[in-house]
Antibody, heavy 129, light 111 residues
Framework: EVQLVESGGDLVQPGGSLRLSCAGS????????MNWVRQAPGKGLEWVSV???????YYADSVKGRFIISRDYSKDTLYLQMNSLRAEDTAVYYC???????????????????????WGQGTTVTVSS | QSALTQPASVSGSPGQSITISCTGT?????????VSWYQQHPGKAPKLIIY???GRPSGVSNRFSASKSGNTASLTISGLQAEDEADYYC???????????FGGGTKLTVL
């Protein structure tokens, strides 16, 4: 069974920094198209960042210049470095990725469709003084 | 990145069918067949139920179906069951930021 486990969530003061981690089981974080998605309390899902297998990264406008997505190949772990944190960054943060072992009838993985079907349980970040 | 537009809530009785709409623009929903739908129960991680506008992952009930017309995608749930009560989110690739954008979410209540 493929799984993702996030860690690193905590209570941090405005302006502070935090690094989230995401480790995989049954799949390689290093080789997959990996996303961070967040959900503020009582709110909807918000895509935060993506790193493609080749290393290209993209960010939501709300975090651009403050957050950095990266991965450590030796530890097969995904990271989200969050700097200059604001109250509005308070949320549950999920890492999510396509299941690399599944393809549809056309032979495509859901990554082709910019979808994800493996999610972690989430880690909570609270930004407050 | 503007969120896709979904109704805040829909409701239906067991056995009935409901449809949730998801409206975007030609830069996202209308321009690509990369619309997905996710189901989220309270306190749980989202679950992919539709990909590529109409595709259904293995293990997802065939009571879930979806389509797209122009800039609007739709999710239909037929034969409503109590377990379908959840939040539903659409998402689409967007060329504006070469990334993904989510809808605001729709809360489905099974009466």
């Amino acid at each position: 069974e493929v799984q993702l486990v996030e860690s690193g969530g905590d209570l941090v003061q405005p302006g502070g920094s935090l690094r989230l981690s995401c480790a995989g089981s049954g799949l390689s974080v290093s080789g997959n198209y990996m996303n961070w998605v967040r959900q503020a309390p009582g709110k909807g899902l918000e895509w935060v960042s993506v790193i493609y297998s080749g290393g290209t990264t993209y960010y939501a406008d709300s975090v651009k210049g403050r957050f950095i997505i990266s991965r450590d190949y030796s530890k097969d772990t995904l990271y989200l470095q969050m700097n200059s944190l604001r109250a509005e960054d308070t949320a549950v943060y999920y890492c999510a990725t396509p299941n690399p072992t599944w393809t549809d009838s056309r032979g495509y993985n859901v990554a082709y469709y910019h979808a994800v079907d493996v999610w972690g349980q989430g880690t909570t970040v609270t930004v407050s003084s | 990145q503007s969120a896709l537009t979904q109704p805040a809530s829909v409701s239906g009785s067991p056995g009935q069918s409901i449809t949730i709409s998801c409206t975007g623009t030609s830069s996202d929903v209308g321009g690509y067949n990369y619309v997905s739908w996710y189901q989220q129960h309270p306190g749980k991680a989202p679950k992919l139920i539709i990909y590529g506008v109409t595709g259904r992952p293995s293990g997802v009930s065939n009571r879930f179906s979806a389509s797209k017309s122009g800039n609007t995608a739709s999710l239909t749930i037929s034969g409503l069951q109590a377990e379908d009560e959840a939040d539903y989110y659409c998402s689409s690739y967007t060329s504006l930021s070469t990334s993904v954008v989510f809808g605001g979410g729709t809360k489905l209540t099974v009466l």
